[in-house]
């Protein structure tokens, strides 16, 4: 994203990749290092999402690099095709029916659904191109409790959802239940993955 429009300036404005409107930047997440978020949130319009999405979501990520400049009624326009914006889209993480960049989930606090805080974090795992687990550098006391490794990868598919207010992603079931089912065990296992 060229370094003269900040995320005020295009917050509400809609993205054109030609004459094709793709949605209405939504925002983007808060996080006290700037170069840390490289997405903006688009709410994407439902003919779009339609045919570029392997399932349809309302909400997706737009890389700040995509955004080429302001057109004269206002709106953003892209730099790329739409086969490059579906080829990001291939490459996110799927929550609540909302797609994830990887740089919009790094950091975030995990939490079960108990609101026991698991961890941070810090990395993704890929199965076949596709993200199949999140890398988590869990607490302490949470490791004593349930003799838990210094990471350990909860599948995708026990995500939630996200909270963007207190910035966590919060599971599906209760940590005593995650580290007992078989996507757990086959991610945290000596299954070969991607990095």
Known sequence: MSEEYRIQELLQREVYVGE?????????????????VRSMRLEVVDDVAGEYMRKPAGAAPLSKELVHSIRPDGGVKLSKSM???????????????QLWAPDELVDRAVMDNDGVDIGNVVDFVKVKRTYRGVLVNTHSALRRKYDLPDTLIIPVKQLARTTAFLDELILRCKVNRLITLPSYL?????????N
Not at 20 to 36: A, K, N, Q, Y
Not at 83 to 97: F, G, K, S
Not at 186 to 194: K, R
């Open 20 to 36: 094709t409107l793709v949605g209405i930047i939504t925002g983007e997440r808060s996080h006290p290092r700037d170069e840390f």
């Open 83 to 97: 086969r490059e914006l579906q080829r990001r889209w291939r490459n996110t993480i799927r929550i609540d029916e």
């Open 186 to 194: 086959a991610l945290n296992g000596d299954e070969s993955f991607e």
